[in-house]
């Protein structure tokens, strides 16, 4: 495994070697969001989790590989500004929750808890984590020669949950963390962010009452 951190840099693409699966995450955009290009060790084939902004960086990044599969974790416009240009560049089938998609100018088919997508033989399993969004879904991948690794879009960030705007949708994304991803999955499960740095759920968990008891 490379000596990645979790960090990167605009522009600046971190790379983590998994052995069934490449991670390379980017930031890009006014708004540090975080792209992930997931590709098939055995196949090559990749899945892009968020194509959120700079198309043409994003494309750059893709290279000559190509992309199969594009997942737009919610309907935030800051998620898929770049979406329809690398759908159309690269020819890749584009993915979305289904309570999302009307945010979303480009035909998606659904995605939603219980279903699962593919970077070629590598499974990504679904879960919907409301509250940020109405749709919001995360990825998970149960790597089996590791720790599991969760692409969390905006619920979970260093310090807290993502951000909501009233006390039911708060609740509404704290007991989904907490009954999905919190009481399923161990301390090592590394969390990708859709800003910024990433985090593991054993350097959140400690502060989940703390969270709860602020509201944010």
């Known amino acids: ?10 522009h ?7 052995p069934e699966l490449t991670i390379t995450k980017v930031s890009v955009g006014g708004m540090d969001n975080n792209a ?4 098939s060790t055995a196949t090559g084939e ?16 893709i290279g000559e590989k190509g992309l199969d599969a594009i997942v737009t974790t919610h309907g935030d416009a800051d998620h898929w500004q770049a979406l329809e240009e690398v759908a159309k560049a690269t020819g890749a089938r584009s993915y979305a929750p289904p309570l999302d998609a009307h945010r979303i100018p480009l035909k998606t088919e659904p995605l939603d808890e219980g279903d ?11 879960l919907r984590l409301p509250g940020h969004t109405p749709g919001h879904i995360a990825l998970l991948y149960r790597d089996p020669q590791g720790s599991p690794h969760l692409f969390a879009g905006d619920c979970i960030f260093p310090g807290g949950p993502g951000r909501t705007t009233s006390p039911e949708n708060f609740d509404s994304l704290m ?5 999905k991803v919190y009481a399923q999955l161990p301390d090592d499960t590394w969390v990708y962010t859709g800003h ?3 985090t593991t759920l054993g350097k959140e968990r400690p502060h989940l009452g703390e969270y709860r008891e602020r509201g944010w």
């Open 1 to 10: 495994m490379s000596a990645y951190t979790g960090h990167v840099e605009p």
């Open 12 to 18: 600046q693409p971190a790379v983590r070697e998994l």
């Open 46 to 61: 990749g899945l892009l989790i968020d194509a959120a902004a700079d198309g043409s960086y994003l494309l750059s990044v």
């Open 36 to 39: 992930y290009l997931l590709r």
């Open 175 to 179: 007991t989904a963390l907490e009954q």
């Open 196 to 198: 910024g740095d990433d």
């Open 116 to 126: 699962t997508v593919k970077a070629g033989p590598v499974t990504l399993e679904v």
